[in-house]
């Protein structure tokens, strides 16, 4: 089979590097991909939301599936675009439709959803511009802190959590009024404080049936200690070690089987990936909220623990026969260290060389924010291309095995003004 990735992350190279190990595969397409996933499969410059160049790429190269990689692709249709596109309507797409999409691409839509089928989640209210004066006063039957997110897509930063009630009133009327997040947030979900230990639960499902992979915990936060601003996640670990049995088995009667049950009800189509923010609440789970592709980088420690062929699994998800599939775990620990360019998530500099990544032993460097430059011996230069740059990932009997690998990993790897966090899994070896 010759198959195409839309992406160009860490999640996305751990996508090309378990496809690239599947006796099923013929040629492997990354769209755009970055320099880690051109060691595995062929980079093409097209981005993940140019439609039409997608469509003459899939239709040139015979490609006989297409795995979405990020949420923006999927909130903007494509699964839909192939669909209704009589060449395009036979080549399987992994991911949900459009109105699928919009758990993510909505959140006044996802707590709705949630609200409709009796999915434990925080009680909430949803304000506009024109309702700020509203949202205000809401404010203030709140107690400290309060949850403030953009209703649309935000890039992972529409979620402001102030801790007194004036810093709200601001970050409120900066996001309704002076359209703080653009249009993501002309509508602003003000929700309860959930108090707890986050972590992620992962689903495939083919609409009907599903599979439940590994539980992961990733840090969002720049600072140590969890301080500073929220980036796109600065480390994850997999499995999470308060995720037991019983834990597994609340989630999945309480939020799996309402969910996919629900989007049935509802006539909508979605055959890919469920990711589930959770709060675990003194033993129960209550939903903070969905995202409709894999996460990043919890992807990059969830992926390594699959043992199965996972494209025999997407199969299974294009022929709505997942249940007939089986899937096998690793049951070592996963944690991955994210390398993160000087400054971010706030201005940063691209293009720095990247060295000592041949130096990298028993761990895999997946690349998310990279590119490659040909220099005069055409010998390529990896350089940094994002403000997240490298995921180092590592097993490990324990997760501080794991975690000792993957930050002895980190040091080998250099660009100018490398940041990673040195404390990733810290809070879980405290319970």
Same mark, same amino acid.
Do not use: C
């Given at each position: 089979?010759?198959?195409? !990735?839309?992406?160009?992350?860490?999640?996305?190279?751990?996508?090309?590097?378990?496809?690239?190990q599947?006796?099923?595969?013929?040629?492997?397409?990354?769209?755009?991909?970055?320099?880690?996933?051109?060691?595995?499969?062929?980079n093409?410059?097209?981005?993940?939301?140019?439609?039409?160049?997608?469509?003459?790429?899939?239709?040139?190269n015979?490609?006989?599936?297409?795995?979405?990689?990020?949420?923006?692709?999927?909130v903007?249709?494509?699964?839909d675009?192939?669909?209704?596109?009589v060449?395009?309507?036979?080549?399987?797409?992994?991911?949900?439709?459009?109105?699928?999409?919009?758990?993510?691409?909505?959140?006044?839509?996802?707590?709705r959803?949630?609200?409709?089928?009796?999915?434990?989640?925080?009680?909430?209210e949803?304000?506009?511009?024109?309702?700020?004066?509203?949202?205000?006063?809401?404010?203030?039957?709140?107690?400290?802190?309060?949850?403030?997110?953009?209703?649309?897509?935000?890039?992972?930063?529409?979620?402001v959590?102030?801790?007194?009630?004036?810093?709200?009133?601001?970050?409120?009327?900066?996001?309704?009024?002076?359209?703080?997040?653009?249009?993501?947030?002309?509508?602003?979900?003000?929700?309860?404080?959930?108090?707890?230990?986050?972590?992620?639960?992962?689903?495939?499902?083919?609409?009907?049936?599903?599979?439940?992979?590994?539980?992961?915990?990733?840090?969002?936060? !720049?600072?140590?200690?969890?301080?500073?601003?929220?980036?796109?996640?600065?480390?994850a670990?997999?499995?999470?070690?308060?995720?037991?049995?019983?834990?597994?088995?609340? *989630?999945?009667?309480?939020?799996?089987?309402?969910?996919?049950?629900?989007?049935?009800?509802?006539?909508?189509?979605?055959?890919?990936?469920?990711?589930?923010?959770?709060?675990?609440?003194?033993?129960d789970?209550?939903?903070?909220?969905?995202?409709?592709?894999?996460?990043?980088?919890?992807?990059?420690? *969830?992926?390594?623990?699959?043992?199965?062929?996972?494209?025999?699994?997407?199969?299974? *998800?294009?022929?709505?026969?997942?249940?007939?599939?089986?899937?096998?775990?690793?049951?070592?620990?996963?944690?991955?260290?994210?390398?993160?360019?000087?400054?971010y998530?706030?201005?940063?500099?691209?293009?720095?060389?990247?060295?000592?990544?041949?130096?990298?032993?028993?761990?895999?460097?997946?690349?998310?924010?990279?590119?490659?430059?040909?220099?005069?011996?055409?010998?390529?230069?990896?350089?940094?291309?994002?403000?997240?740059?490298?995921?180092?990932?590592?097993?490990?009997?324990?997760?501080?095995?794991?975690?000792?690998?993957?930050?002895?990993?980190?040091?080998?790897?250099?660009?100018?003004?490398?940041?990673?966090?040195?404390?990733?899994?810290?809070?879980?070896?405290?319970?």
């Amino acid at each position: 089979m010759n198959i195409l !990735i839309l992406g160009s992350g860490g999640r996305e190279h751990a996508f090309a590097w378990k496809l690239a190990q599947s006796k099923k595969l013929n040629k492997l397409f990354i769209a755009p991909g970055n320099a880690g996933t051109a060691g595995v499969g062929t980079n093409v410059n097209i981005s993940a939301t140019d439609f039409n160049a997608i469509k003459k790429l899939v239709l040139e190269n015979t490609i006989s599936m297409v795995i979405v990689g990020p949420e923006d692709p999927l909130v903007k249709g494509i699964y839909d675009f192939f669909l209704s596109d009589v060449r395009l309507k036979n080549i399987p797409v992994i991911g949900p439709s459009k109105d699928g999409a919009q758990l993510e691409g909505s959140k006044d839509f996802s707590k709705r959803f949630m609200f409709r089928h009796n999915i434990p989640t925080a009680s909430y209210e949803t304000f506009t511009r024109d309702t700020l004066t509203e949202g205000l006063k809401f404010l203030e039957t709140l107690t400290p802190p309060y949850v403030l997110k953009a209703d649309g897509l935000a890039a992972g930063k529409g979620v402001v959590i102030p801790t007194t009630l004036d810093e709200a009133k601001k970050e409120l009327t900066e996001m309704l009024a002076n359209a703080k997040f653009g249009n993501a947030s002309a509508k602003v979900v003000i929700e309860e404080f959930l108090k707890g230990i986050e972590l992620s639960v992962f689903v495939l499902t083919d609409g009907t049936t599903y599979k439940i992979l590994p539980s992961a915990k990733d840090y969002k936060r !720049i600072g140590e200690g969890d301080t500073g601003l929220n980036t796109g996640g600065m480390g994850a670990i997999s499995p999470v070690p308060f995720a037991d049995e019983a834990f597994i088995k609340k *989630v999945e009667e309480q939020v799996i089987i309402p969910t996919i049950n629900g989007l049935k009800q509802e006539g909508i189509i979605y055959k890919g990936f469920i990711f589930i923010g959770l709060m675990n609440m003194n033993g129960d789970p209550k939903v903070i909220e969905y995202n409709v592709r894999m996460g990043d980088p919890e992807t990059e420690v *969830v992926i390594p623990r699959i043992k199965s062929d996972l494209l025999d699994l997407f199969e299974g *998800v294009a022929n709505e026969n997942l249940n007939e599939k089986k899937i096998e775990l690793d049951s070592r620990f996963a944690t991955t260290v994210m390398l993160v360019a000087g400054g971010y998530p706030e201005e940063y500099k691209k293009g720095d060389v990247i060295t000592g990544l041949e130096l990298v032993k028993n761990s895999i460097a997946f690349h998310a924010g990279t590119s490659q430059l040909s220099t005069k011996n055409h010998q390529p230069t990896t350089v940094t291309n994002g403000g997240r740059v490298i995921a180092v990932t590592s097993y490990g009997n324990t997760m501080d095995e794991a975690l000792k690998k993957s930050f002895a990993n980190a040091e080998r790897i250099k660009f100018k003004d490398k940041y990673y966090r040195k404390d990733i899994g810290n809070d879980l070896k405290e319970l």
